[in-house]
């Protein structure tokens, strides 16, 4: 199994396509995990929370959008369980992926201040995880076949796969 954190960002949808390539190359199946966190708030001076099945429904739809529109594109059938999973996103996708072949995450798009003060989902799951695990870029780069090259030991060119 490869489990794919799906946040809805670019990355997480970069992460999801390429999971499911991978998936279809090595037979697996994907289980697209989406982790919400409930948010303490503040009126008068009195903590309260927001309402937890609406931040679940977020979540879940969130996910589920975020699947239609890159299997839509994907084109391709390879089978995917959706999971919304209520927790810390670093400590559930590690929680996820303990039993996975691998772990696919989107790379943060937040900009280095940000991540030096609240951390990195991918960072903490680079640390802990017990899978290899697969950073994505939000935005991919695209190479023209002709631009791939690849050597063998001996120095030879390996053509591209067609």
């Known amino acids: 199994m490869i489990v794919v954190g799906v946040d809805g960002s670019s990355g997480s ?19 697209a995990v ?3 966190t409930p948010q303490a708030t503040y009126w008068a001076g009195m903590p309260g929370a927001f ?3 609406d931040l679940a429904a977020v ?3 969130v996910l589920l959008d975020s ?8 084109g391709r059938s390879v089978p995917i369980r959706p999971r919304v999973i209520r927790g810390f996103p670093a400590e559930e996708l590690l929680r996820a992926g303990s039993s ?3 772990l ?26 017990t899978c ?13 076949p002709q631009s791939l090259r690849w050597t063998d030991a001996d120095r030879q060119v390996i053509p591209p796969r067609s």
Not at 13 to 31: G, N, S, Y
Not at 67 to 74: A, H, S
Not at 105 to 122: D, E, F, R
């Open 51 to 53: 309402v937890v099945d």
């Open 100 to 102: 996975a072949q691998l």
């Open 34 to 36: 989406n982790v919400w």
């Open 104 to 129: 696919v995450l989107g790379a943060p798009t937040h900009g280095t201040m940000t991540g030096l003060l609240l951390g990195s989902v991918s960072h903490r799951c680079v640390q802990g995880a």
């Open 67 to 74: 699947l239609v529109e890159v299997t839509r594109e994907y």
């Open 59 to 61: 979540a879940e739809t």
């Open 132 to 144: 290899p695990v697969v950073i994505a870029p939000a935005t991919p780069n695209r190479l023209p």
């Open 13 to 31: 949808k970069v992460a999801l396509r390429w999971a499911l390539t991978q998936a279809e190359r090595t037979a697996a199946d994907v289980e």
